[in-house]
């Protein structure tokens, strides 16, 4: 049962454009939303992370998108370049879960030059 | 990052056989966490404990078994590999002051299960 569903599996957007992924998640005792980010043959990292008492938030070329009521978040990336192509996740977490992170599926971005 | 390790990097192993994935970690964290990465299903949580003494099954357990031989390592086990176990393993880390909020993971284990 994936409590936290992630759309699309796949995306190719052209350097320059705006790279656009949804997260849903359905547990409202979630209160912390993370994104990694992970290369190719390397572990994900953190890369930016949001609380539900904010509807945006902003670093640099990454924004996250936050609204509570419809328990949906997602992930902007502006001008995106070739170095952003990499598989993203988005998670979900709340302070009585024993450190537990639930992962959304994953999205495959890739940039064209 | 290289401050979390995994060992090996690949593994290739038969059907029924045992086998062993090691993670060690230098950042002195004390909460570890095992993973196993499936296209299309992200991430999900095999194991996790947050110190010596304190072993938790995550949402995939069966089948595996792990052990936390000092703070900086943690094992996980493939009592009987089976071809469904094939996949990506990751050993994540984390400080208990952050709780869950920030893991490092390891760069992963690539496991074939024939």
């Known amino acids: 049962q994936q409590q936290v569903k992630q759309s699309p599996q796949s995306l190719i957007v052209q350097k320059g454009g705006i790279s656009i992924i949804n997260c849903a998640y359905e547990?409202?005792?979630?209160?912390?939303f993370p994104w990694y980010q992970q290369f190719p043959g390397k572990g994900p990292a953190l890369l930016i992370a949001?609380?539900?008492?904010?509807s945006e938030k902003k670093e640099g070329r990454f924004t996250i998108s936050f609204n509570k009521s419809a328990k949906q978040f997602s992930l902007h990336i502006m001008d995106s370049q070739p170095g952003d192509s990499a598989t993203y996740f988005c998670?979900?977490?709340?302070?009585?879960?024993?450190?537990?992170?639930?992962f959304g599926e994953g999205t495959q971005l890739t940039v064209n030059p | 990052d290289a401050d979390v390790t995994q060992t090996p990097r690949n593994r290739i192993t038969k059907t029924g056989k045992r086998i062993m994935l090691e993670c060690s970690q230098t950042k002195g964290h004390d909460r570890m966490y095992w993973y196993r990465q499936d296209p299309g299903l992200g991430l999900r949580l095999i194991y996790y404990?947050?110190?010596?003494?304190?072993?938790n099954k995550g949402e995939i357990s069966d089948g595996y078994s792990v052990s936390r031989q000092a703070q900086a390592k943690f094992s996980l086990s493939l009592e009987s590999a089976i071809p469904n176990q094939t996949a990506l393993y990751f050993c994540?880390?984390?400080?208990?002051?952050?709780?869950?909020?920030?893991?490092?993971f390891g760069p992963g284990t690539r496991l074939l299960v024939l």
């Open positions: 949001i609380r539900p008492d904010v």
């Open positions: 998670a979900a977490t709340y302070e009585t879960s024993g450190s537990r992170l639930t």
């Open positions: 547990n409202t005792a979630f209160d912390y």
């Open positions: 404990s947050f110190d010596v003494k304190d072993i």
């Open positions: 994540a880390t984390s400080d208990r002051r952050q709780g869950a909020k920030t893991q490092y």
